[in-house]
């Protein structure tokens, strides 16, 4: 059976297709068979006008029709589609989705803050860690960053704050915002086990794949504090040189970098480790629980 989740950021638009076998112990196993990632970057309409821009919407519409051909193409039999903190934001989004859904029949599902916390929670990643350790997974997105602690196997908090990298790009992340980020980490990520972070997000990987760490190995705040410096002191047309960065990669790293730095000192965190998970991976894992439910 393969699945198909399309998710749609701030930045970029992902579209996630997965085959499903069942392996020999009766449980499900994901892999990914395709991950088609095209930048549309709506958050830099969203977050300065409040809606998107007639370019932009043309861009989503050719998107998400190109998209809907691979699904067909690949024999994809559902598919889960939502859009996060710009698409929350933005004044117009329930003219584009009836657009979309008119030009492609998918339907898309504007989720909350918490939802997206909680759906990248369904990697059940921190389930496979050991219990010797309480884990903080840090999603960082165009729009919003998502936490979620994990305690002696259970879920203990989750909290989605609009500090996202485009945000910070256009200087839209108030004091106060930091503030409240600061205070909710003290107060909530309190554990008597060792505390390890899991990142998610296009830049942590990137950061990671720059780092030549070997799958598997954490990196340290202090070598994340090491790229926020090095990144910071050079010009955007140096990082795409020197660091082979796209574009729409290059401007936002330096951001990305602040938050997971930040997030991970507040909670006295050390360590980072970046299994490539991501939204839609969480999606393909809900739309599957679905199914076997009906």
């Given amino acids: 059976m393969k699945l198909a989740a399309i998710d749609i950021g701030s930045n970029a638009a ?26 549309l970057r709506l958050g830099f309409d969203v977050f300065e ?15 998400m029709k190109a998209y809907n ?13 939502v859009a996060t903190s710009a698409m929350r934001d933005a004044v117009n989004s329930s003219d584009i989705i009836r657009k979309v859904k008119l030009e492609t029949g998918i339907e898309i599902k504007v989720i909350s803050g918490d939802d997206e916390a909680s759906f990248i929670y369904e990697n059940h990643i921190a389930e496979n860690l050991d219990k010797e350790h309480a884990y903080l997974y840090i999603d960082v997105g165009g729009g919003s960053t998502e936490l979620t602690f994990f305690a002696e196997g259970k ?10 990298t485009i945000r910070l790009l256009k200087n839209m992340v ?12 003290k107060n909530n990520t309190k554990s008597k086990l060792p505390l390890i972070a899991i990142g998610s997000g296009g830049n942590i990987n990137k950061v990671f794949s720059m780092s030549k760490k070997k799958e598997g190995k954490p990196l340290s705040l202090e070598l994340l504090k090491d790229y926020y410096k090095e990144l910071s002191n050079v010009t955007l047309e140096e990082r795409i040189r020197i660091y082979k960065l796209r574009e729409d990669r290059a401007d936002v790293i330096v951001p990305a970098l602040q938050i997971y730095v930040n997030v ?22 809900i739309l599957y629980d679905e199914i076997k439910g009906q």
């Avoid at 879920?155 to 996202?164: A, N, P, Q, T």
């Avoid at 991970?264 to 894992?285: C, F, S, T």
Wanted: no cysteine.
């Fill in 155 to 164: 879920l203990r908090y989750k909290e989605s704050f609009d500090i996202g």
């Fill in 69 to 81: 051909h691979l699904i067909n193409v690949y024999g994809v039999t559902h598919v889960k589609a």
């Fill in 14 to 39: 992902r579209l996630l297709i997965s085959e499903v076998t069942i392996g020999n112990d009766g449980k499900p196993l994901f892999n990914k068979v395709n991950l088609v990632r095209v930048p």
């Fill in 174 to 185: 108030s004091e106060n915002k930091w503030d409240e980020m600061r205070d909710h980490l």
């Fill in 49 to 63: 006008k409040g809606e998107i821009s007639s370019q932009r919407v043309g861009m989503i519409i050719q998107t």
């Fill in 264 to 285: 991970m000192r507040w909670a006295d965190i050390n360590e980072i480790y970046v299994p490539k998970i991501g939204l839609a991976d969480g999606l393909i894992q």
